[in-house]
């Protein structure tokens, strides 16, 4: 299967995070959700299993930076902030909850329930969305029409990134997603967000590029 990478990008966390399977579910019920931060709350991490990105294991779940959603705010008007927390469990399941802040260091949580601007479409904080199935591909392996920069605009040669593909279950779509990620250490993954390959066709996951690409996530080990 080849996978054509292209300029998809929609914001991270809004509508992409819900709890795993039973074996899971330590950290998908959490009974501090909309207080606790991924990055100090121990009952939030993952331990125990190994998720391999080429020659690279992650043993803890992976967190991003701290970024703006740029196209969402509050009823009031107020920004909102989202770190993301994601890890491949051995059974395929893809973890990805979402957290969300008032202010641009992550540290001030937007409440257990979110108004937003719009049409007062709400949602819980945090949100989660696990997808089924998924796996890495190599990214030498598909065709590729631009070049692929890391996080610090330096290219990145194409076996050295990958795509990771999963079953859409969480949104309630079918078909494939998928997202473009760089293995850089076994202290930082690097990705071009989580949305760019949305659940939105009933087929194999098609993330068409154009232009170059970047990766604009950055997750570093809980």
Do not use: W
Request: proline share 3%.
């Amino acid at each position: 299967m080849k996978i054509y990478i292209s300029l998809l990008v929609l914001i991270i966390g809004t509508l992409f995070f819900t709890s795993c399977s039973s074996d899971d579910a330590v950290v998908a019920t959490a009974t501090t959700a909309g207080v606790s931060d991924p990055n100090t709350d121990a009952t939030l991490g993952i331990t125990g299993q190994t998720m391999t990105i080429g020659s690279i294991d992650y043993t803890t779940s992976l967190v991003s930076n701290c970024s703006l959603i740029t196209d969402l705010k509050t009823k009031a008007g107020a920004a909102i902030y989202v770190k993301t927390q994601i890890f491949l469990y051995d059974n395929k399941t893809l973890l990805k909850d979402s957290y969300h802040y008032s202010d641009s260091s992550c540290t001030t949580t937007s409440g257990s329930s979110i108004i937003t601007d719009d049409d007062d479409y709400t949602f819980s904080n945090p949100v989660s969305d696990p997808e089924d199935n998924a796996s890495f591909i190599v990214g030498s392996s598909e065709t590729v029409t631009g070049t692929v920069y890391d996080n610090s605009s330096t290219a990145i040669d194409n076996s050295t990134y990958f795509t990771l593909i999963y079953n859409c279950i969480g949104d309630g779509k079918s078909g494939q997603g998928g997202v473009v990620v760089y293995p850089k250490s076994t202290t930082e993954l690097q990705m071009h967000d989580l949305a760019d390959g949305a659940c939105s066709v009933p087929g194999p996951v098609v993330i068409e590029r154009a232009s170059d690409l970047l990766m604009n996530s950055v997750y570093t080990p809980k």
